[in-house]
């Protein structure tokens, strides 16, 4: 009786091992954290814009501006589409989100014009 109540023990401790480990997984993927902070996807992200304002149309222009614009601000470009994946999927942070890099826009325009 005593082997069979240690099987089961086993095997409860098992799944309660497994299930912790999809826990934290899981949870770990629902963060409210980015891989890349506001301030610095603003910048990013205006700066892709601007980029993609001034050169030719041809996608291995753009590509290599944005290789380097990634290197420029220390980050990779898997990092700025999660960053932008996040912001996307809540409508409230991408407004609040677009309205800031305007702002900053608007603010390198007014800095270059002086």
């Known amino acids: 009786m005593q082997v069979k109540s240690e099987l089961t023990l086993a095997k409860y401790s098992k799944y309660t091992f497994i299930l912790f480990f999809i826990s934290i997984f899981f949870f770990q993927n629902c963060s409210e954290e980015t891989p890349v902070s506001e301030e610095k996807f603003i910048q990013v992200y ?26 420029k601000h220390s980050i990779s470009s898997e990092d700025y589409y999660s960053t932008l994946e996040y912001y996307k999927s809540y409508s409230e942070k991408w407004e609040e989100l677009f309205d800031r890099a305007i702002t900053y826009a608007e603010k390198l325009k007014d800095d270059s014009a002086k």
């Open 46 to 71: 205006v700066d892709l814009l601007i980029g993609r304002d001034t050169i030719s149309v041809q996608s291995s222009s753009f590509d290599s501006l944005k290789t380097r614009i990634f290197t």
